[in-house]
T-cell receptor
Framework: EAGVVQSPRYKIIEKKQPVAFWCNPI?????LYWYLQNLGQGPELLIR????????DSQLPKDRFSAERLKGVDSTLKIQPAELGDSAVYLC????????????FGQGTRLTVV | QQQVKQSPQSLIVQKGGISIINCAYE??????FPWYQQFPGKGPALLIA?????SEKKEGRFTISFNKSAKQFSLHIMDSQPGDSATYFC???????????FGSGTQLTVLP
């Protein structure tokens, strides 16, 4: 069974430029999460989807961040415009329906804003 | 607000020794406590998890001890191996909300 797939693995952009990350969750997993992981810190939730509905986006900085999960499968996370402080690893995770909170993580996208 | 506090920040253990990582939580509504293992360049992977109706759970060399009254839980790695060298995160959640709150992580180094 394929795991959570994220792309790109690495991205370097200049500040004020837009950037987008893509996530393909494990097949059949209804719940999808985007987490932010700063260096030396634990992941912090940005947004959680149940199918195509964003049910928890309270930690998403909506002035510059947006996300979508069309058709309840793949998801994209966008930052526009990026700031220096956005440099971090962006992790996508998914969980099967009814399987409590066990989350399966992708390898992440490491973003560097210069 | 840091709801899950983890210590130590880093830990160095000799091969064959016991590694112990501690976490404390504040929210008494938490009802699921997993530990995740993360290798460099990889995403976190679930290692072992416990619910508050038991005080201990063991899977191979990994054991979670849980103290509900003290709001603390810990991970014990017996017979630590160099391959265990990684960053370990404790986490907590209210299962109905399906949202994990992570600790700040412990970087474990097991010397050969």
């Amino acid at each position: 069974e394929a795991g959570v797939v994220q792309s790109p693995r690495y991205k370097i952009i200049e500040k004020k430029q837009p950037v987008a990350f893509w996530c393909n969750p494990i097949s059949g997993h209804n719940t999808l999460y985007w987490y932010l992981q700063n260096l030396g810190q634990g992941p912090e939730l940005l947004i959680r989807y149940e199918n195509e509905e964003a049910v928890d986006d309270s930690q998403l900085p909506k002035d510059r961040f947006s996300a979508e999960r069309l058709k309840g499968v793949d998801s994209t996370l966008k930052i526009q415009p990026a700031e220096l402080g956005d440099s971090a690893v962006y992790l996508c995770a998914s969980s099967p329906q009814g399987h409590n909170t066990e989350a399966f993580f992708g390898q992440g996208t490491r973003l560097t804003v210069v | 607000q840091q709801q899950v506090k983890q210590s130590p920040q880093s830990l160095i253990v000799q091969k064959g020794g016991i590694s112990i990582i501690n976490c404390a939580y504040e929210n008494t509504a938490f009802d699921y406590f997993p530990w995740y293992q993360q290798f460099p360049g990889k995403g976190p992977a679930l290692l072992i998890a416990i619910r508050p109706d038991v005080s201990e759970k063991k899977e191979g060399r990994f054991t979670i001890s849980f103290n509900k009254s003290a709001k603390q839980f810990s991970l014990h790695i017996m017979d630590s191996q160099p391959g265990d060298s990684a960053t370990y995160f404790c986490a907590a959640s209210i299962e109905s909300r399906r949202q994990l709150t992570f600790g700040s992580g412990t970087q474990l180094t097991v010397l050969p």
